[in-house]
């Protein structure tokens, strides 16, 4: 199964860039299954109901959250009950929508997709990422044995060692949340892909998604700066990961990187 997995959708730009190249990345690569992280759509915070639908309208199968899945005031989070809507698992379990879901193709394959948050240097109450993370990949391989984690985390050490204690039950580990693409993709030695952070899709020109400016003034002054999401240079980040669907094992994970100029 061949797998797009795109960063940090981020504000308008992201949602722009999706619209633009996701039918034709799809068409060229033959991909099978889109997924792609969604908390940052609006405005660099949240995903509201509507740009949750429009994400699904130009063509993700699954779209996956973080620490701020849930950032919207006043937001009805409903849609996170769908199939196609995951946020972590480890957030409390009173908060809406789940932390995994099976995606099953017209072919009759299936994907099962695990969203986790990360703690070091995010939020430490959260329950364990580990623990909540391997049952949540083992109850969806009595499904399918192809399984997806987006880790969300901050720190690069919780990413790999995620990734390495479900080495060879899941497919693919992918890191998101820090907007920045690293180059260590590669498959460990039980076959599980992975990857640091997958990167962002939205404005190159930022910082993280943001106009400079406030960013710079921030670190400056200590004080309180209302950042602005940057419209400034538009990419797609992200990796396409080969998965076999009999052994759920990967055989290939490549990084996906284009700077696009819009039509
Ligand atoms: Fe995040």
Known sequence: MKILFIGDIFG??????LAERLPALTQEHGIDVCVGNGENVSGGRGMTKNLFRKLRKYGLNVITGGNHSFSVADNDFSFMDEPAAVRPLNYPPANPGHGSTLFTLTDGRAIGVVNLMGRMF???????????GLEAINELRKQ???VLVDFHAEASSEKAALAHYVDGLAGAVIGTHTHV???DERILP?????????????PENSIIGMKPEGVVKKYLLQTYVRFEPSEDGA???????????KSGKASSIK?????????
Do not use: W
């Open 181 to 183: 693409q690293t180059a």
């Open 122 to 132: 995010m939020h430490e109450s959260f329950d364990c990422p580990f623990r909540a």
């Open 190 to 202: 039980k076959g599980t892909a992975f990857i640091t952070d997958a990167g962002m899709t939205g």
């Open 235 to 245: 990419m797609i980040n992200g990796v396409i990961i080969d998965i076999d669907d």
């Open 144 to 146: 399918t044995p192809v």
């Open 12 to 17: 308008n730009v992201g949602r722009r860039v």
């Open 255 to 263: 990084r996906l990187y284009e700077r696009v100029s819009f039509t």
